[in-house]
């Protein structure tokens, strides 16, 4: 297989340390963070290196191109985003420590998403929509690297898709700003411009993402092994189970010890380069 090493500095040495732990045949520079080692050799040696030097790896199919995949589905908070959308609008009622508590409660899988969502929702009523305008203007940040990823993915032949357990003002917006061709979340109840504390209709959590990445593979008419699906949380998991190759982004250990990939160091420009 092909050894993949990224990172925000990686040195010669290390470089060299990994290809005689690996067994490789050559080093190629893909970036200047990023580079394949030809022909690796698995060694749980080299997990040990990468951690010790702060270097993203991954063992990729000698023949893996970006190509081969038709979709690319990704999470919206703490993913796409640098942010915890919902965190955002909650420090506009004073309350950002009590709801990201909650936030950090489900992305450890420690309670349900569904009831998170209810019980942060509900902490929200009465807070002025206008509030939602000014968190995507003033806070929304990309995190490094999306715009590239999502233009070589294009360019490559995949869709591109936002799926969240957040809410359908910010994925609106994003869908919009980044040409994604899919969207999904949740939908805020607004009344008399302020919100109410609820959401409408049946939660968009863990399983419903899931749900929402068949019925898009099924429209396109693709197969599981034609998908990369990126995720940060346990609410992601169900639905990086429906892809060929999942990719735990800064993720939690939970994610991690799931997915295909992990991705800790670097951008989402990451996700490319692990391909030819």
Known sequence: ??????????????????????????????????????????SNAISEYCTQAELDFAFVNLDQKLSDFKLIAMDMDSTLLAIESIDEIADMQGIKSQVAEITLQTMRGEISFEESLTRRT????????????KVYDERVKLNPGAERMLLQARLSGLKTMVISGGFTFF??????????????????????????????????????????????????????????????????????????????????????????????????????????
């Open 1 to 42: 297989m092909n050894l993949i090493i990224q990172g925000l500095e990686v040195n010669n040495s290390d470089l060299r340390a990994l290809a005689k732990l690996s067994q490789a045949d050559g080093i190629e520079r893909i970036t200047g963070h990023a580079f394949r080692l030809i022909n690796a050799i698995h």
């Open 122 to 133: 509900a902490l929200l009523r009465g807070l002025h929509h206008d509030a939602l305008q």
């Open 171 to 276: 994925t609106d917006r994003i869908k919009a700003r980044l040409g994604f061709d899919f969207a999904a979340a949740n939908v805020l109840e607004i009344v008399d411009n302020r919100l109410t504390g609820k959401v409408i209709g049946k939660i968009l959590g863990r399983q419903g993402k899931a749900q929402v990445l068949k019925k898009i593979r099924d429209e396109l008419g693709i197969k599981c092994e034609q998908i990369i699906a990126i995720g940060d949380g346990a609410n992601d998991l169900d639905m990086m189970t429906e892809a060929g190759v999942s990719i735990a982004y800064h993720a939690k250990p939970i994610v991690r010890d799931h997915a295909t990939y992990s991705i800790d160091y670097v951008g989402l420009d990451g996700v490319i380069n692990l391909f030819k």
